[in-house]
């Protein structure tokens, strides 16, 4: 059985979808699990519309309307008449959506977030299932969240693997053609959990696990894994093998091609992950396998937006050693702040931050309790793995670098935007 994964951009308009079918009908459609997730820029625009609900921002209803008329748009295009049960079935969720903010008691945010948010994926999945079913890959659609069960640490789920495994099991028919969404789960109260942004990559890997996939494909826009973000670097080359470990390594650091969380699942069974092109899906992308070395050979660009540097140093001179370094990292973990980077000396300690979900000014309150900080909001991290002199020198060039890195494979410096 193998695991394709389709994300926004290879189901952001009609043309998208009817590509999909077309990538299915090359690589054949039997025994396979597709995991989709929402179309285009639609997340983005649900998290408009959790901001409105929440700020009583009027532009609410015209958000949603607007939203709505770009999935019709994509309907028109892909089905013969408006008397198609889809239609329906799209207008019933959009309608859902407008009842659960409507009915919503709840002043959590990140709980609202995933019960609204979750929307892209299921109408993305309604449509391009009964696309397929029309054109004759017929399919079952199933609700990821029947199937992935987590705890309820709402916009970054931990998957309850046990209970997942089993549910996947005693549902999922591996004979047949599947159809479910990326991104999201549910928690034990069966409320809808998501797994972090850009999550369904990982959402590939968690079913490949459970499922014993022999393979997963994920499906991009971009021939494969490159040595770089081409909207960032020039020239960039293709890379055809990595190993899972420089493929966790890369994801890690930024490069967003892959969910960093989705090499794991995949590396303990050791499934082999496909990273292709969806307009050409005949070309061989990237393999990412245990243990082959990276070919071709070369240094590879990362790069990370919007980070935060923050230094910390003692109010009164002490060291900050081993159990400051804890009481900080507890703070860290508390306020669901990521950290890239870490560099320190007797009196001071300093690190890159990704502040994913906006939390950084209460961390901010808590550190300054206890020590003296400086920091400076969007910087970016740049990170070479396999660097070279020649590579260095030139990303160095007109940067204004705060801070700088070297281990014997990667080179990282923080630098201002
Ligand atoms: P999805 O459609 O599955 O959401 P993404 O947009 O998340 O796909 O991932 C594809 C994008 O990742 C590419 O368009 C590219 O700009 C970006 N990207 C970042 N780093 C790399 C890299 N090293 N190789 C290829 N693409 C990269
Ligand atoms: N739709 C979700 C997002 O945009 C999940 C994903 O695309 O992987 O973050
Ligand atoms: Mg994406």
């Known amino acids: ?221 971009v021939p494969g894994v490159l040595n770089g973000d081409p909207r960032v670097f020039k020239n960039t080359q293709l890379l055809s093998h990595i190993s899972y470990s420089e493929a966790i390594e890369m994801a890690f650091y930024g490069a967003s091609v892959i969910h960093p969380k989705t090499i794991q699942p995949l590396q303990r069974k050791e499934i082999p992950l496909y990273v292709k092109s969806f307009l050409n899906p005949t070309t061989k992308g990237t393999s990412v396998k245990k243990g082959q070395p990276l070919d071709p050979y070369m240094p590879c660009y990362i790069v990370k937006k919007n980070q935060i540097l923050v230094s910390l140093s003692s109010l009164d001179f002490s060291f900050i050693v081993e159990d400051k370094i804890s009481e900080i990292f507890g703070l860290f973990h508390q306020y669901h702040i990521k950290v890239d980077l870490i560099q320190n000396s007797a009196i001071s300690f300093s690190v890159c931050l990704d502040d994913k979900f906006n939390h950084f000014e209460g961390l901010l309150n808590r550190l300054k309790a206890k020590f003296k900080v400086t920091y400076n909001t969007n910087v970016s991290l740049y990170t070479i793995r396999h660097f070279t002199d020649e590579a260095i020198r030139a990303l160095e060039k007109n940067k204004d670098i705060l801070l700088k890195q070297i281990t014997r494979e990667t080179y990282q410096m923080v630098a201002r935007d």
């Open 1 to 221: 059985m193998r695991v394709f994964k389709f994300g926004g951009a290879s189901v952001k308009d009609a043309a998208a979808v009817k590509n999909v079918a077309k990538v299915l009908q090359t690589t054949g459609f039997s025994e396979l699990f597709v995991v989709v997730s929402a179309m285009g820029k639609t997340t983005n625009a649900l998290e408009r519309i959790v901001e409105s609900y929440l700020n009583k921002n009027l532009d609410r209803n015209d958000q949603i309307k607007s939203l709505q008329e770009y999935h019709l748009k994509i309907l028109e295009q892909l089905f013969k008449t408006n008397q198609q049960p889809v239609f329906n079935k799209v207008k019933d969720l959009f309608t859902d959506l407008e009842t659960t903010l409507t009915r919503n008691k709840s002043k959590q945010y990140d709980y609202l977030y995933d019960q609204v948010v979750s929307y892209g994926e299921l109408i993305a999945t309604t449509i391009v299932s009964e696309y397929l079913n029309e054109t004759g890959y017929k399919n079952n659609w199933l609700d990821a969240r029947e199937l992935i069960k987590t705890d309820n640490a709402y916009r970054d789920a931990q998957v309850n693997w046990k209970q997942t495994q089993e549910l996947i099991l005693e549902k999922v028919n591996k004979n047949q053609l599947n159809i479910t969404q990326g991104f999201i789960g549910s928690d034990q109260n069966n409320f809808t959990t998501t797994l972090g942004r850009e999550g369904s990559d990982y959402t590939a890997g968690i079913f490949a696990y459970c499922l014993g996939a022999d393979s997963v494909s994920i499906w991009k826009d």
